[in-house]
């Protein structure tokens, strides 16, 4: 228990390496926890939307994923895509395979409360992404690295540090079938272009 604890605490001062391979300042990248809680609330926001318009979510199970989806970084660090792109295909699935080792290895931690079983289930639905709570986290995770784009932009990086990402994260969420995603995909678009305007 202990140890699983101590995770918690050390994803504080773990950061989120992805953006010190966009040129970002090691003092302006977020940790994963920074990450992570704002991924959890921006699956909360997605989960009671869809709920709402009359879509079945386990809004529990969706917070579970969204605050254990990247906890297992704090034994990998943060595996960048950028490290694993010379992999090709092979990169993702090396991927998973390490942090979900890394994850069983925490589980253990939970034995004595008996979650152990529980939590490594939410986390391989997370990986095998079929379910509508795991579309919502993924889609969360992936609207949480434009809001940092439009952060940073804010403090004054130059927006061409990060199109490529820009890029490929909005293509990843324009074919979701979730109505939320894409509501708030296009308030977040339209929020950068405004703030461009004026800058301008």
């Not at 995770?7 to 003092?27: C, E, N, T, Y």
């Not at 004054?156 to 079938?177: C, E, I």
Request: with cysteine; aromatic share 8%; glycine share 4%.
């Amino acid at each position: 228990m202990v140890s699983f604890l101590q995770a918690l605490s050390d994803l504080k001062s773990l950061p989120r390496s992805g953006w010190l391979s966009h040129r970002i300042s090691f003092h302006d990248v977020e940790s994963v926890a920074d990450h992570s809680f704002s991924t959890a609330v921006l699956s909360l926001v997605l989960a009671n939307f869809e709920v709402k318009n009359g879509n079945r979510v386990n809004v529990e199970r969706v917070l579970k994923m969204a605050l254990l989806h990247d906890l297992a970084e704090v034994l990998t660090f943060d595996i960048s895509k950028n490290y694993l792109e010379y992999l090709g295909a092979r990169g993702r699935i090396l991927k998973n395979e390490i942090e979900k080792s890394a994850c069983a290895h925490l589980g253990k931690a939970m034995e004595s409360f008996g979650l152990s079983e529980e939590y490594l289930a939410v986390y391989d639905e997370y990986l095998r992404d079929r379910t509508i709570e795991a579309n919502i986290v993924h889609a969360a995770d992936r609207l949480d690295i434009l809001l940092q784009v439009i952060n940073l932009e804010h403090r004054g990086y130059p927006g061409t540090l990060m199109r490529d990402l820009w890029m490929a994260t909005t293509k990843s969420l324009v074919n979701t079938k979730l109505r939320s995603v894409q509501k708030i995909r296009r308030i977040i678009v339209r929020q950068r272009r405004s703030r461009r305007v004026r800058q301008s």
